[in-house]
């Protein structure tokens, strides 16, 4: 009953470091996504991709960089983390959406970043 | 302009009492839905409800109901007989149709509910 898996949980990294977030989802999702939650803020798109080998450019993508190379996995990168990127981050999967579709997304349970 | 708009930043709410969250949305594309989602305070997101905008009823999942006033563009969340395992934040998110959309969600800012005993 695993759906969306997220590692790590938590982390603290310097500022300059490089990391790589791990999501993970076994419902044979097409589409996968990152984002980035923010405190009084709605969850803003990072990067997503409509199918293995395929991401695209979310809202904010600056600063991160994502590979799609299996379709269950989807991980994100920070090249160099900056204090700005301290955040919680969370990964969601879907069917395919479609025009009219009540494919929900299903998240992970969160990644809590912070750069210091 | 915001897309998505949550004007409860916050509420208390008395327990068993029913609750009417916020939200308006604003787009000009014919075909497009709306969720709702839980944020309780482990973190995880948890999908509510749905309502297409060419759905006639409005959508219900047991204690919770939507409350579609297309013409107003505005979907909002009811809970019934409000439980204090309901205090969370609620998130609600648009789908578009647009073909360039790829069907991505646009989020609000959320509500923070708080029921009291």
């Known amino acids: 009953n695993a759906g969306v898996t997220q590692t790590p949980k938590f982390r603290v990294l310097k500022t300059g470091q490089s990391m790589t977030l791990l999501c993970a989802q076994d419902?044979?999702?097409?589409?996968m996504y990152w984002y980035r939650q923010d405190p009084g803020m709605g969850l803003r798109l990072i990067h997503y991709?409509?199918?293995?080998?395929?991401?695209a450019k979310g809202e904010v993508p600056d600063g991160y960089n994502v590979s799609r190379l299996k379709k269950q996995n989807f991980l994100l990168g920070l090249e160099s983390a900056a204090p700005s990127q301290t955040s919680v981050y969370f990964c969601?999967?879907?069917?395919?959406?479609?025009?009219?579709?009540?494919?929900?997304?299903?998240f992970g349970d969160g990644t809590r970043l912070s750069i210091l | 302009a915001q897309k998505i708009t949550q004007t409860q930043p916050g509420m208390f709410v008395q327990e068993k009492e029913a609750v009417t969250l916020d939200c308006t949305y604003d787009?000009?594309?014919?075909?497009?839905?709306l969720f709702w989602y839980k944020q309780p305070s482990s973190g995880e997101m948890i999908f509510l409800i749905y309502?297409?905008?060419?759905d006639e009823q409005n959508a219900t999942e047991g204690r919770y109901s939507l409350n579609f006033q297309k013409a107003r563009k505005s979907a909002n969340l009811v809970i019934s007989a409000s439980q204090l395992g309901d205090s969370a934040m609620y998130f609600c998110?648009?789908?578009?149709?647009?073909?360039?959309?790829?069907?991505?969600?646009?989020w609000g800012a959320g509500t923070k509910l708080i029921i009291k005993p």
């Open positions: 969601a999967s879907s069917y395919y959406p479609g025009l009219n579709s009540n494919q929900p997304q299903h």
């Open positions: 309502q297409g905008s060419y």
């Open positions: 787009t000009s594309d014919q075909s497009y839905g």
């Open positions: 419902m044979n999702h097409e589409y």
């Open positions: 998110a648009m789908r578009e149709g647009r073909g360039d959309s790829n069907y991505q969600l646009i």
């Open positions: 991709s409509v199918g293995e080998g395929t991401t």
